[in-house]
């Protein structure tokens, strides 16, 4: 398909993104070919093009996204994880508009978050990561994001009518962390399965940790309980990927922790994407199983709060 061609099809797509690859690459128009639009993510655009025989990928912020992600602090997250072995280096990143060009690669596959084998390989990952104990000048505040997002609606009230209730439940839950002892890192913040990603390097298979657009200081353990809700886990399946995470380790407390995250970020999650709808992008189950997350598993953690003093 022929640039302009491919431009008219997709109205999310402008002339800016291939000045962009021809200043990146030095190379003319008639020197991108194959176009190929990706599946449209949560937050972004992509498609994939070939310059000089080798392929890569764009991405463009999709709609809203300027309100939801910082892009000078995303600039910042790629240029502390450079070179760590957890994914490719940007070869383009714009830390005004988003735009963003990385290396395609090969016989790629997402997690998936019910093999035991894919789990014990990614939560490795993932701990390597936390372990680097890595430090970015932007912190990621989830009661401060669910506001946030709730204010991005305007006078939009929620769709559920028992939002406010269920908000009360799950700030509630903050004195609990808040006693806790935490250890805080650069984290990744959305580590869900999708974002863990298999590939062939040479007929071997590799792992890497991609898309670290919302990443900053934070409990690590945030990160499991982000894999946990997206994957829609039910307690038997949290439990056992706390456990492959802690190596059989993890104790009452911050097992209770994680629930109480998985509580928040359900709620987190389903204000982000109350506020998508304002565009009229619907996230239908996805968007429904947050706020569940939010509202069933506030009782979780209270009831396992409780067991303490008793």
């Known amino acids: 398909m022929k640039i302009l061609d491919f431009i008219n099809n997709y109205n999310f797509i402008n002339t ?20 190929e639009l990706l599946n449209k993510g949560m937050t972004n655009h992509s498609f994939c093009f070939n310059v000089y025989d080798e392929r890569y990928i764009m991405r463009i912020p999709g709609e809203g996204t300027e309100k939801l992600v910082n892009r000078s602090d995303e600039y910042e997250n790629y240029l502390v994880i450079k070179n760590k072995g957890l994914c490719d280096n940007p070869i383009y990143i714009n830390p005004d ?24 390989v990614c939560m490795k990952k993932l701990k390597e990561f936390h372990n680097m104990k890595l430090k970015v000048s932007h912190n990621f505040d989830i009661y401060n994001q669910i506001d946030y997002y709730e204010k991005l609606r305007g006078h939009r009230k929620s769709v559920y009518s028992d939002y406010d209730t ?16 935490k250890d805080f890192c650069m984290s ?15 007929g071997r298979e590799e792992l890497q940790l991609t898309d670290w657009e919302y990443a900053g200081m934070q409990d690590p353990h ?21 456990d ?11 097992r209770i922790k994680i629930y109480c995250y998985i ?5 987190l999650w389903s204000n982000w994407c109350e506020y998508k709808s304002v565009f009229e992008i619907d996230f239908g189950d996805y968007a429904l199983s947050q706020y569940d997350y939010a509202r069933k598993y506030y009782e979780y953690a209270k009831d396992m709060i409780g067991k303490i003093y008793e």
């Open 166 to 181: 269920v908000k009360n439940n799950v700030f509630e839950l903050k004195r609990f962390v808040d006693s806790l002892n």
């Open 222 to 242: 945030v990160d499991l309980a982000m894999f946990c809700i997206y994957s829609m886990y039910d307690n038997d399946r949290i439990d056992r990927l706390i």
């Open 16 to 35: 800016d993104a291939f000045e962009i690859i021809q200043k990146t690459f030095g190379c003319e128009q008639n020197d991108i070919k194959d176009l």
């Open 263 to 267: 509580a928040q970020c359900g709620l």
């Open 97 to 120: 508009n988003g735009y963003k060009i990385t290396r395609f690669l090969n016989n790629v596959r997402p997690c998936d978050s019910y093999s035991e084998k894919d789990l014990i």
């Open 188 to 202: 990744h913040i959305d580590s869900v399965c999708d974002n863990f990603l298999f590939y062939n390097n040479n």
């Open 244 to 254: 492959i995470y802690f190596d059989d380790k993890c104790s009452y407390k911050n």
